[in-house]
């Protein structure tokens, strides 16, 4: 079955450094844009960074610019997430997204089942 598989997440003091993978099985997504999603405790899932195929142009949330860095590995079908200088408020469950192009909405494409961040003050 298609399968898009999150790890790396963990607990992390503020000011920390964490590394999250997604490894997609099952199909090919190089020619998909991968990116991630996260969704905190009473909100809504909200788009993160994504990377575009071809060019891998990425593009980044106002709230983590200039902390994570997104990147991926078309070979493997992974793409990876660079948490630099997490916030408490980076806390929540991320999610890893492949669709045909980049939407930020976080209503479409394949999905994994997520891996917990938690930001300790």
């Known amino acids: 079955q298609v399968q898009l598989v999150e790890s790396g997440g963990g607990l992390v003091q503020a000011g920390g450094s964490l590394r999250l993978s997604c490894v997609a099985s099952?199909?090919?997504?190089?020619?998909?844009?991968m990116g991630w999603f996260r969704q905190a405790p009473g909100k809504e899932r909200e788009f993160v960074a994504a990377?575009?195929?071809?060019?891998?142009?990425?593009e980044y949330a106002e709230s983590v610019e200039g902390r994570f860095t997104i990147s991926r590995d078309g070979a493997k079908d992974a793409v990876y997430l660079q948490m630099n200088n997490v916030k408490p408020e980076d806390t929540a469950i991320y999610y890893c997204?492949?669709?045909?192009?980049?939407?930020?909405?976080?209503?479409?494409?394949?999905w994994g089942q997520g891996t917990q961040v938690t930001v300790s003050s």
């Open positions: 997204n492949a669709d045909a192009i980049i939407v930020r909405t976080g209503l479409s494409g394949y």
């Open positions: 990377i575009r195929w071809d060019l891998h142009s990425a």
């Open positions: 099952g199909r090919s997504f190089r020619t998909y844009a």
